[in-house]
Each structure stands twice: as structure tokens, then as C-alpha cells.
């Protein structure tokens, strides 16, 4: 009887050990389709949210730079680069996303210009940057959304000007 008992003993570790297992693989599985299920309910926005925050960065830009604010026009052109850059990672169902390395030459002008602190090498490159974003409209189809040197700030609540109210 004890031989019995033994083998009964191993049988139930092994039947019990086999069910912990499927158990782990379980829970496993409804972690994963849980992740999944997170991905593919995640907000991205879409091409035309990028490109306006883009727009924003490009007027504050402009504005940042004919004041001499420095700083504040490198944190706008790194805000640029860093929306293209999301652009491309996250919409990747458009066409137009393609052509966005057309954009890089002229980043990188600005990026110059900046460094330099010179305004009138600032204004060139950021005439290049307008022209390169209309250009880039024109290649995907787009060239009713033409990009101007702005008039006005686009926000009124932000102080470009650098030593007032400091």
C-alpha cells in the first residue's frame, strides 16, 4: 500500500506541477493581450496635429530669433526636430511622411544660424526652412497649405523678447 501511495504522491506533484504551469502560461497570455489591447487603444495624433504643432514651433521660431532670444530659438527648431522625428514614427500610413528628410538640410541651416547669433544668417535660414516647407507641400500634393513669414505672434501670452520682465 505505501508503494501505492508514493506513486499516487508523484502523480498528484506532477499533475499539480503541470497545472501551475498552465496556469503561468495563462496569466501570461492575458498580460499580453492586455499590452496589445493597450497599444492599439493608445492616442497618436494625426498628420495634421503634428504638422500644426509644427506650424506653432515655426512661428514662435521667428520670433525668437528677430529678438535675439537665442536660447528660445534653439528650443524651438530641437521642438521641430523632435515632432518630425514623432511624425515619422508614429504615422506611418501616409505617403507624404516620405518626403520629411527634405526638411533636414534646411533644420540643419537653422540650427547653424542660431549658433552663430547672427541675424542676418538667422533670417536666410529661416527664409530656406519656409521655402522647404512649401516645397515639400508642393511635392505631396499640398500646395494649398503655403507657409508665410509670420505678421503677428502666434501666441500672446509668451514674451519673446529677451531682459523685460526678467
Same mark, same amino acid.
Given at each position: 500500500m &505505501?508503494?501505492?501511495q508514493v506513486i499516487g504522491l @508523484? !502523480?498528484?506533484? @506532477?499533475?499539480w506541477a503541470a497545472c501551475l504551469g498552465n496556469d503561468q502560461q $495563462?496569466? $501570461? &497570455?492575458?498580460?499580453q493581450d492586455r499590452i496589445d489591447s493597450l497599444e492599439q487603444d493608445a492616442y497618436v495624433p494625426g498628420f495634421g496635429e503634428f504638422m500644426n504643432t509644427i506650424q506653432l514651433h515655426h512661428a514662435k521660431l521667428w520670433f525668437a530669433g528677430n529678438n535675439e532670444n537665442w536660447a528660445l530659438a534653439k528650443y524651438? @527648431? %530641437?521642438e521641430m526636430k523632435e515632432t518630425f522625428d514623432d511624425l515619422e514614427k508614429y504615422v506611418t500610413d501616409r505617403p507624404e511622411v516620405k518626403q520629411i528628410p527634405m526638411i533636414s538640410p534646411a533644420l540643419d541651416s537653422m540650427e547653424q544660424a542660431i549658433a552663430s547669433q547672427k541675424q542676418g544668417r538667422f533670417q536666410s535660414a529661416y527664409l530656406l526652412l519656409t521655402n $522647404?516647407? =512649401?516645397n515639400c507641400h508642393r511635392a505631396t %500634393?499640398? !500646395?494649398? =497649405?503655403? @507657409? $508665410?513669414?509670420p505678421s503677428a505672434p502666434p501666441v500672446t501670452d509668451q514674451q519673446f523678447k529677451l531682459g523685460q520682465n526678467r
Amino acid at each position: 500500500m &505505501k508503494r501505492y501511495q508514493v506513486i499516487g504522491l @508523484i !502523480a498528484g506533484l @506532477i499533475f499539480w506541477a503541470a497545472c501551475l504551469g498552465n496556469d503561468q502560461q $495563462t496569466q $501570461t &497570455k492575458v498580460l499580453q493581450d492586455r499590452i496589445d489591447s493597450l497599444e492599439q487603444d493608445a492616442y497618436v495624433p494625426g498628420f495634421g496635429e503634428f504638422m500644426n504643432t509644427i506650424q506653432l514651433h515655426h512661428a514662435k521660431l521667428w520670433f525668437a530669433g528677430n529678438n535675439e532670444n537665442w536660447a528660445l530659438a534653439k528650443y524651438e @527648431i %530641437d521642438e521641430m526636430k523632435e515632432t518630425f522625428d514623432d511624425l515619422e514614427k508614429y504615422v506611418t500610413d501616409r505617403p507624404e511622411v516620405k518626403q520629411i528628410p527634405m526638411i533636414s538640410p534646411a533644420l540643419d541651416s537653422m540650427e547653424q544660424a542660431i549658433a552663430s547669433q547672427k541675424q542676418g544668417r538667422f533670417q536666410s535660414a529661416y527664409l530656406l526652412l519656409t521655402n $522647404t516647407c =512649401n516645397n515639400c507641400h508642393r511635392a505631396t %500634393d499640398h !500646395a494649398f =497649405n503655403v @507657409i $508665410t513669414m509670420p505678421s503677428a505672434p502666434p501666441v500672446t501670452d509668451q514674451q519673446f523678447k529677451l531682459g523685460q520682465n526678467r
